[in-house]
Nanobody, 124 residues
Framework: QVHVVESGGGSVQAGGTLRLSCAAS????????MGWFRQIPGKKREGVAS????????YYADSVKGRFTISQDNAENTVSLEMNNLKPEDTASYYC?????????????????WGQGTQVTVAS
């Protein structure tokens, strides 16, 4: 059984920094797509950043390029999202997802495994 667990999040002032972590266990492979998505109530979920744990260039939404960094951690199928210079419009529930895709940049696909989400609130 696959489990995806996020940690981190919280509340910060605009310009602040937060770090999210995600661990996916039970996956059939150590080479997987892992990504971060976010959603505001009443709005469509959007992709934020993703990477292939087998290596390669990460993918970022235009709105977070230069501010957010997704990275693979030492443990298998774990990733972090460093969020710098946070803005009020970054306020959302953030979800970690994993799947066995080969290409990790298509956020419109139905990613299979999801965490419960963690709230990020940025005050102006």
């Amino acid at each position: 059984q696959v489990h995806v667990v996020e940690s981190g999040g919280g509340s910060v002032q605009a310009g602040g920094t937060l770090r999210l972590s995600c661990a996916a266990s039970g996956l059939a492979s150590s080479r997987t797509c892992m990504g971060w998505f976010r959603q505001i109530p009443g709005k469509k979920r959007e992709g934020v950043a993703s990477l292939y744990t087998g290596g390669g260039t990460p993918y970022y939404a235009d709105s977070v390029k230069g501010r957010f960094t997704i990275s693979q951690d030492n443990a298998e199928n774990t990733v972090s999202l460093e969020m710098n210079n946070l803005k009020p419009e970054d306020t959302a529930s953030y979800y970690c997802a994993a799947d066995l895709f080969v290409y990790c940049g298509n956020w419109d696909l139905d990613w299979t495994y999801w965490g419960q989400g963690t709230q990020v609130t940025v005050a102006s």
